[in-house]
């Protein structure tokens, strides 16, 4: 276990960044929160750290957001996403983790460019309708978020994707968003621990940043319930831009 206060210095900044977004306020944070500890330890080892602590936020965020969530997104989503573990377990040493980084950044750019676009460019004003339940992309791009999520922690741009333009009520986008990622993180554990990422070294390491989860978690629910619809989704494309850009400078070495 780390005994350097250095370690520490990042790696506390980056499991509240972390708790932040698992309280709702965006995928970006904890693409953040990552390279923050991967400034003193291998991207390998930050990952397998900072699992257990996902879960553990998985569950407080579980008991904030219990009463909302949209079960039909979810149904469609999760087969796809649990594929994509799977593939993502039996490739893991096939496919770089920076080409799937680079394909998923480039796509969510476009993605979120086109949202700026159509709200905030010159012919803004048209109120665009949510769009329905399309089980093919649902399939897709939960695979594409299951296989992100695994190999690359790269799996909110995805679900944004498919999530974001079904323009559901803010706690019930929150509430989804919540249930899918605990679902995909507890699962990861499975090859996480095959693959020899969870060894008795990180998970005391996890365990002694384990009580700055549920006060960073907490707070991130705190603000996205105070939000109205007019700022909680411009914030959100915000969010997923800036994660789409750290993950490209991270697929391109930058």
């Known amino acids: 276990m780390p005994q ?6 990042a790696a506390v900044p980056a499991v509240l960044l972390v708790g932040l977004a ?3 306020m965006g995928d970006a944070l904890s693409l953040i929160g990552l390279p923050f500890l991967a ?8 990952a397998a750290i900072l699992l ?4 553990f936020m998985d569950m407080i965020s579980l008991v904030i957001w219990r009463r909302h969530g949209d079960w039909a997104t979810l149904k469609i989503m999760l087969p796809g ?4 573990i799977a593939l993502g377990w039996a490739t893991s040493a096939l496919v770089p983790g920076n080409v799937l980084r680079v394909v998923i950044g ?42 992100g999520s695994f190999v690359a922690h790269a799996g909110g741009a995805p679900f944004q994707i498919y999530a974001l333009p079904l323009k559901l009520e803010p ?41 700055f989860a549920p006060l ?11 939000m109205k619809p007019q700022i909680f989704y411009p914030f959100m494309y915000t969010m997923a831009l800036i994660a789409a850009l750290l993950i490209m400078r991270e697929g391109l070495g930058w």
Do not use: H
């Open 4 to 9: 350097d206060l250095s370690f520490y210095y």
């Open 216 to 226: 960073a978690t907490l707070a991130g629910a705190w603000c996205v319930r105070r």
């Open 171 to 211: 706690r019930e986008y929150t509430g989804t968003s919540v249930r899918f990622f605990a679902i995909l993180n507890a699962i990861k554990l499975i090859p996480y621990f095959a693959l020899g990422q969870l060894d008795t070294q990180n998970l005391a390491t996890s365990a002694t940043l384990l009580p």
């Open 81 to 84: 996403a649990i594929f994509g």
């Open 39 to 46: 400034l003193v330890v291998s991207p390998l080892e930050a």
């Open 106 to 147: 480039a796509v969510t750019i476009l993605f979120c460019l086109r949202y700026f676009w159509n709200n905030f460019g010159p012919g803004a004003g048209k109120s665009i309708p949510p769009r329905g339940q399309r089980p093919v992309a649902a399939r897709l791009w939960g695979t594409f978020s299951g296989y």
């Open 22 to 24: 698992k309280g709702g």
């Open 52 to 55: 257990p602590i996902l879960v």
